[in-house]
């Protein structure tokens, strides 16, 4: 019966806390991949912004999953991830100051208040405020029936022994917390359940302290799974956890070895519940001020255990990393910016294949065939992306995101296509040695100088999610189609006064039917703007 009240109790906490997490994470939304998006190589701002994205998201073990994607992706450093690590294990210790707090008695009044913001507000944010008020009193009710399942472990003659052996023996308290803590890969649970034991009274501060230390290895367990397939430097941020959190736990033991760290915690607080956080809290900032310093030597030390170069950049995907997908309002910032990305590839297409067609080069007709092949590989790689982060828990505004990029990928790929045509249409032209009279090249100049804004329009708005320059697409598009017709009618004039024969006249009109058509794919990425803000 112990064991099935623990469980259930840890289940609610476990649960209350994600509900929780989930709730802070959403409700800063933008704010939280603002945050992340600015950490710059100062390590001090590194540590403060892994400890509030912790502290919003409610486990040291997401965020150090996230860095090791960013890392992985290329978008962060080495210097920059170990200082968000270092933060992360600042920011999970709010979870354990916070389950301190005896709250049990009150804790059915959250679920309450909770549950009828969630099920009556109208407004995502009120919902999203709900869910952390139903998270916060779910927490304290798991928190109550692991207490209340432990209380006959107090009169437990077996248990007091295990307790007594691991106070005598405080490393059989480390390996039962870090054993602990990788099986629930949360050391905010971990501490949940020192806590529980402690409102029981039946563990004192001297049995808690070495599990305390222990559970700070454990948590490293996620991050050291997450980095499967990914590169050597995310082997390293990885690492560099593993290296933080022992060597921290290693320059604490004569401090628990010696009982001065249960003196300072005991001085404190008399309650064994806030001693238990405490001890967490000052562990961690403690840690983390003695190896900030320390960085470029953490550097150097987990690059030779990991030694060798990451290989050259690959054809895939740059900004998206399954890893991320634990934070969808990180996931839904990377998706765009890959998108982007692949935008930017399609502009890179036409603009190679408008000079290799003025300029008669083959070998940038080849670079358009590459830079295709490349669009089409992130065109499958966002699409299945978009498709495992529309599963995922998102705010209405990130959900329509979501749904627009997928009409936006395949407008973008479609460009991309329209890039290949006019290489193809170049290599026909070198073959064939076509010539094109003065008025016909200034012609096909003049409708390319305004495709080329529209996608430029197109891929702006779309960064910015600038609704204003989406619409100036209108003007242009007016314009192209204009042109298109316009030089149509003229080139047909030319073609029965003889200056200029079938073949040629052929692949010019398929010249402006593409260029036309990338002008329409651009107004669908501008319209898709005007229409999700």
């Known amino acids: 019966m ?215 290895i454990g948590t490293c367990i996620t991050a050291m799974l997450s980095t499967v397939g990914t590169n050597k430097t995310a082997h390293r941020a990885a690492m560099m956890h593993l290296i933080f959190n022992v060597t921290g736990t290693v320059i604490f033991l004569p401090l628990l070895a010696t009982g001065l760290l249960a003196d300072i915690v005991s001085y404190m607080s008399p309650v064994v519940s806030k001693q238990i956080a405490n001890a967490h809290t000052i562990f961690n900032i403690t840690n983390t001020i003695i190896m900030v310093p320390l960085i470029p030597l953490l550097i150097k030390v987990v690059t030779w255990i990991i030694p060798g170069e990451d290989e050259d950049e690959k054809q895939g995907p740059k900004y998206i990393d399954d890893r991320l997908l634990e934070t969808p309002v990180i996931a839904a910032g990377q998706v765009i910016k890959e998108t982007i990305r692949m935008a930017t590839k399609a502009k890179k297409g036409l603009v190679l294949s408008m000079d290799a067609f003025k300029k008669n080069d083959e070998a940038l007709v080849q ?89 430029d329009i197109a891929i702006e708005s779309y960064e910015n999610r600038n609704v204003n320059k989406a619409k100036s697409i209108v003007d242009v598009e007016a314009k192209i189609d204009k042109k298109q017709k316009s030089f149509r009618e003229r080139h047909i004039r030319r073609l029965y006064d003889g200056r200029c024969n079938a073949y040629t006249g052929a692949i010019f009109l398929d010249i402006l039917s593409n260029l036309e058509r990338i002008g329409d794919h651009s107004t669908n990425i501008a319209e898709s703007v005007i229409e999700n803000n």
């Open 2 to 216: 112990v064991i099935i009240s623990l469980l259930g109790g840890l289940g609610l906490f476990i649960y209350g806390m994600k509900i929780m997490g989930d709730g802070l994470e959403n409700a800063a939304g933008e704010g939280l991949k603002n945050i992340l998006e600015k950490v710059t190589k100062n390590p001090i701002i590194a540590v403060v912004v892994g400890a509030i994205v912790t502290a919003v998201i409610q486990s040291s073990s997401a965020t150090t999953v996230m860095v090791v994607g960013f890392v992985n992706a290329g978008l962060m450093n080495l210097a920059q991830a170990a200082g968000i690590i270092m933060g992360a294990n600042i920011g999970t210790t709010i979870t354990a100051q916070l389950v301190a707090f005896k709250l049990t008695d009150i804790a059915p009044l959250f679920v309450f208040g909770g549950a009828m913001i969630v099920m009556f507000a109208k407004m995502k944010k009120k919902k999203e405020i709900g869910n952390i008020i139903l998270g916060f009193g779910i927490l304290f009710i798991g928190m109550g029936m692991m207490s209340e399942s432990m209380e006959p472990l107090r009169e437990s003659a077996m248990f007091q022994k295990v307790l007594l052996t691991i106070s005598d023996k405080w490393y059989l308290g480390v390996i039962a917390g870090a054993l602990i803590t990788a099986v629930l890969q949360s050391s905010s649970a971990t501490t949940g359940i020192l806590v529980a034991l402690a409102n029981a009274g039946a563990i004192s501060i001297a049995g808690a302290l070495p599990i305390v230390l222990g559970c700070n």
């Open 367 to 455: 670079k358009v065939y590459e830079n295709e092949k490349i669009i089409n590989i992130l065109e499958e790689s966002i699409t299945t992306y978009l498709v495992k982060l529309s599963k995922c828990e998102l705010s209405d505004k990130e959900k329509n995101i979501v749904a627009a990029t997928f009409h936006i990928v395949n407008d973008i790929e479609r460009i991309g296509d329209h890039a290949e045509n006019l290489a193809d249409l170049t290599l026909q032209k070198i073959n064939k040695s076509l010539e094109y009279s003065k008025d016909a090249m200034e012609e096909l100049d003049s409708i390319y100088s305004s495709t080329l804004e529209a996608l």
